[in-house]
């Protein structure tokens, strides 16, 4: 029978609450713990407070007496006593009090103690001989247990180092951080500790100061509250043991229940107290009360609160183990709905539990092969890389074989490293590595660790090394040759025959096959192999396509009636999450970009072009770091992002399809790719690496490329995309040349008048030099659509005159002939009489200066046979040719500098902002492009 909520004890829910989370159902979670953990070791707030009081004297003890009532709250007084300490015998005597305090958690030798220095302090942090709560117990079984990638740093009002030593018991390494007022460290340092980071936000015992006071705790730390703002965003900030002082941690909560956006914590409190009137009566926990995001959870005991096990469990943990990998095997308690792989959701251990799905042909190979390494008798470390296009099953396999290791070969270690993994240290290598024995180490998206790999390479001491990675294809060919050295590839390429029987038949034993629509028009369920027949019929007439990968076919049998629709449910979900308090944009609009630009950018799914992380950072406007914790993040949970390299992807790019067509019938991708044009344009003002930013900036030209299925749209998609990087690179021409190149095609008016608003602020733009002759050459494109041929002509003749911005390269000079080839076409017609001598010079010039193949596309369809045919029987010179073409062009050239008011001075003066034109043209520059002069 059901049991109705309200049956559920505050405890019931807070543990199946966290073990959705250790399941990795809500981002990291984020640990602050307070006094309450170490009450038992260590004096709590009343007994700190008597140790404080024992230190004044008699008239300011009765004067703080006489300020307190019996309603005075034991937080205050503690802070009270402590700033009457400070005042009376100076900070350096509480730090003398609080140590005293903490090494009374020792077990024999407290006396001793208080004589060490701060450096030996921290040095017996590392044995055994402390008092350790049950609540530090619990905890750090707790910690232990949870996957790396779900573990936050761990954040702490506590001056003691029982959570360290209490983790380090349990097999986890855990250094503190001390914060004395407003010194943390930044969050890369912390994301980059080989061992866990605990915070310590008031300070440490070992250290010569702490927060006490409550001037200090409420005084300003922006540095601490920038940090823990980070820290929590995208996170599930668990506290127990903590009242909520006045400080900063409650400051940056407060700010966080404010700004209900994507960046924001959802908060677990777990309070001693039954009473929820009692706690909420602190003001800052009754304003967070009344907001989301905030959960209280009252009578909660953290020496009892982790009796039960959490829903994953991972492999006892050893202190040799790095910070980011995860001892296989991993045990679960509950499994994932199989629906939710096979709908795309990227591998999870659930998906990858021996049995669940069927080794196909590719994990089959790899285990052959993996096996292989682990058998051979050597101290090189010997590598099995599966390799492939994306959407081809590489990390499901890899999970799998490495999964199944864990379970049958029980003199190895297997390690799995997590994307959030720290670098490997020297140190670690050298003090650590040689406990582990042999080790499998695996390595999934091995593009990205790089450095890991190298070191793991290098090792020579005790234990065999094997490494299992995964990477695109492309990437792998692309990594270091010694990376590569000694290592077997197994290559993931499509379905095999096998490979879709089983498929199918494990579909029918989960009850999963897919369902068809019979002759009466009903949805019954299609046979295994009818649904075998379909994969393998669907992988062999799309070879080569997307639909062709493992991935691709599954999506076309299983989903092709529902993929939009559950795209459509998605995106309608990640709409109504906000990115920033302070912007519209929403997390569709994040995913949207990335699935346009893999749509667009990336049609032929190499991995090697479309949106990188580091555009997501700028698209947001936001710390790269911060994104990566909340934005990315929080796509990878709900839309099941992947990586190769700096790039991100969606799952596949028939899911990315969907969701541009979700984004165009909402009439919303316009405006996405705009957004994330301008990014990618602000990135390059900004001097960001080019990889990083240029299929973003340049995202109109392929959009106007694209072959879609939206080709209606295409060119308005396009346009806003070019208005984008306009709005982003606002003193740059060469975005408003894009923007003119696409309305060319599909508004000419909007062209010509665009074009001629540009042409009087060209001179201000900081590559007007660089891009000038581009420029010209759309201008004069523009004039020739508006029926303006001789004035087209005078622009054309324009671009490959010497003094013209920049030298012209070949290409410049290329489409500078091709343009006036065009011209003079239009106007032989009109009056040969006049303009046949230009055509026939132009033909000549274009055949001696321009490649075969581009004067045959480019100048012979636009000029008649005549001309071209007479342009072959001239016999002068290149540097003569160019000479009388210019003569000719002169005159027509400083008719059109007038008419549309071209940056171009014609009367000799020198004037900054405009081009030098002294009596006529001078083509002589042009003759380097020739052998024959």
């Not at 001989?129 to 910690?143: C, I, P, S, V």
């Not at 296989?328 to 959701?345: I, Q, T």
């Not at 994307?419 to 998206?445: I, M």
């Not at 009388?884 to 005159?891: G, S």
């Amino acid at each position: 029978m059901a049991v109705a909520i309200t049956e559920l004890t505050d405890l019931d829910n807070l543990r199946e609450r966290l073990n959705y989370i250790a399941a990795g159902g809500a981002g990291k979670i984020v640990p602050v713990l307070g006094s309450g953990m170490s009450n038992g070791s260590v004096p709590g707030t009343a007994a700190m407070t008597d140790l404080f009081l024992a230190e004044l004297n008699e008239n300011m003890r009765q004067g703080l007496a006489s300020r307190w009532s019996g309603g005075t709250p034991p937080y205050e007084r503690y802070q009270n006593s402590a700033e009457a300490v400070g005042r009376q015998r100076g900070d350096k005597a509480l730090t003398r009090i609080i140590r005293r305090a903490v090494l009374s958690a020792r077990i024999d030798d407290t006396e001793a103690a208080a004589e060490l220095s701060s450096s030996e302090l921290r040095q017996i942090t590392r044995d055994d001989r402390w008092k350790l709560t049950a609540a530090h117990q619990g905890f750090a079984e707790f910690y232990s247990r949870i996957p790396p990638d779900v573990r936050g740093p761990i954040i702490t009002t506590n001056f003691d180092p029982l959570i360290e030593v209490a983790l380090r018991a349990h097999g986890v390494t855990a250094d503190p951080v001390p914060v004395t007022f407003d010194d943390p460290p930044n969050l890369s340092t912390i994301a980059n500790m080989s061992t866990t980071p605990v915070i310590h936000m008031h300070g440490y015992f070992a250290e010569d100061w702490s927060v006490n006071s409550l001037s200090q705790l409420r005084a300003s730390r922006i540095q601490l509250e920038s940090l823990l703002s980070t820290i929590f965003s995208g996170a599930t900030v668990l506290v127990i043991g903590y009242g909520g002082w006045e400080d900063a941690f409650m400051r940056v909560l407060e700010l966080h229940a404010r700004q209900q956006t994507l960046l924001n914590a959802e908060i677990i409190w777990c309070a001693h107290s039954p009473n929820v009137r009692e706690t909420l009566s602190n003001p800052i926990l009754g304003r967070l009360s009344e907001g989301p995001g905030f959960q209280l959870y009252s009578d909660i005991d953290g020496a009892t609160l982790f009796d039960s096990p959490v829903g994953v469990r991972v492999a006892p943990p050893s202190l040799s183990v790095p910070r980011g990998w995860t001892p296989l095997p991993v045990h679960l308690d509950r499994l994932r709905d199989p629906e939710e792989f096979s709908a795309g959701a990227s591998p999870s251990w659930s998906d990858a539990l021996p049995g669940r799905w069927p080794l196909l042909s590719g994990a089959r190979e790899l285990l052959d092969e993996v096996s292989e390494a682990m058998a051979r008798d050597t101290s090189e470390a010997l590598g099995v890389a599966a390799i492939g296009p994306l959407g081809e099953g590489k990390s499901m396999a890899s999970r799998q074989v490495a999964m199944h290791v864990a379970e049958q070969e029980n003199d190895w270690t297997v390690l799995w490293r997590e994307s959030s993994a720290p670098p490997l240290t020297a140190d670690w290598l050298q003090e650590e590595r040689g406990q582990l024995g042999n080790v499998l180490f695996c390595v999934d998206e091995a593009d990205l660790a790089g450095a890991d790999l190298h070191l793991l390479r290098s090792y020579s001491g005790p234990g065999r090394t094997v490494l299992l990675m995964a990477t695109q294809d492309r990437l792998w060919w692309s990594m270091a040759a010694s990376l590569r050295s000694k290592v077997s590839t197994v290559i993931f390429d499509g379905l095999v025959e096998r490979d879709a029987e089983d498929l199918a038949a494990r579909w029918r034993d989960l009850g999963t096959l897919p369902r068809k629509t019979t002759a009466l028009g009903s949805r019954a369920e299609a046979g295994v192999d009818e649904v075998a027949k379909a994969l393998r019929d669907v992988s062999a007439d799309t070879r080569g396509s997307s639909r062709s990968t493992l991935f691709g076919a599954i999506l076309s049998v299983r989903e092709a009636s529902s993929l939009r629709e559950r795209v459509g449910d998605l995106m309608a979900r990640l709409t109504r999450t906000p990115v920033r308090s302070d912007s519209s944009l929403s997390l569709a609009d994040v995913y949207g970009l990335i699935c346009a630009m893999q749509f667009f950018v990336d049609p032929e799914n190499s991995g090697s072009k479309g949106a990188t992380r580091n555009l997501i950072s700028a698209l947001v406007n936001g710390e790269e770091s911060m994104v990566n914790v909340a934005v990315l993040d929080a796509l990878g949970r709900e839309a099941n992002i992947t990586f190769a390299g700096r790039h991100v992807f969606a799952r596949h790019p028939l899911i990315a399809e969907a969701v541009v067509t979700w984004l165009s019938g909402q009439g919303r991708l316009g405006a996405v790719c705009e957004l994330g044009a301008e990014a990618g344009a602000r990135m390059k003002i900004d001097g960001a690496d080019y990889l990083d930013y240029a299929d973003a900036y340049l995202l109109a030209r392929s959009i106007q490329s694209a072959r879609t299925s939206i080709p209606s749209q295409s060119s308005d998609i396009a346009l806003k995309a070019a208005l984008g990087a306009i709005r982003g690179a606002q003193n740059l021409l060469e975005p408003r040349i894009n923007y003119l190149s696409i309305a060319r095609k599909a508004d000419p008016e909007l062209a010509y008048r665009y074009a001629h608003a540009v042409v009087l602020k060209m001179s201000e733009m900081s590559d007007f030099r660089s891009n000038s002759r581009v420029f010209l050459n759309e201008l004069a494109l523009i004039e020739l659509a508006q029926n303006q041929p001789l004035r087209a002509l005078g622009v054309a003749g324009l671009i490959l005159h010497n003094g013209t911005g920049f030298a012209p390269d070949r290409k410049k000079m290329e489409y500078g002939l091709a343009t006036m080839a065009r011209c003079y076409g239009l106007l032989v017609k009109r009056n040969p009489t006049v303009y046949s001598e230009g055509a026939e010079l132009v033909a000549s010039l274009s055949q001696q200066l321009m490649e075969t193949k581009d004067f045959l596309a480019f100048v012979s369809p636009v000029l008649s046979k005549a001309t071209v045919a007479a342009s072959e029987i001239r016999k002068l010179p290149v540097g003569v040719e160019l000479d009388k073409l210019a003569r000719i062009v002169t005159e027509i050239s400083f008719s059109s500098v007038k008419e549309l008011r071209l940056p171009f001075q014609t009367d000799g003066r020198s004037v900054v902002g405009r081009f030098p034109l002294f009596g006529r043209l001078d083509y002589s520059d042009l003759k380097v492009f020739s052998s024959r002069t």
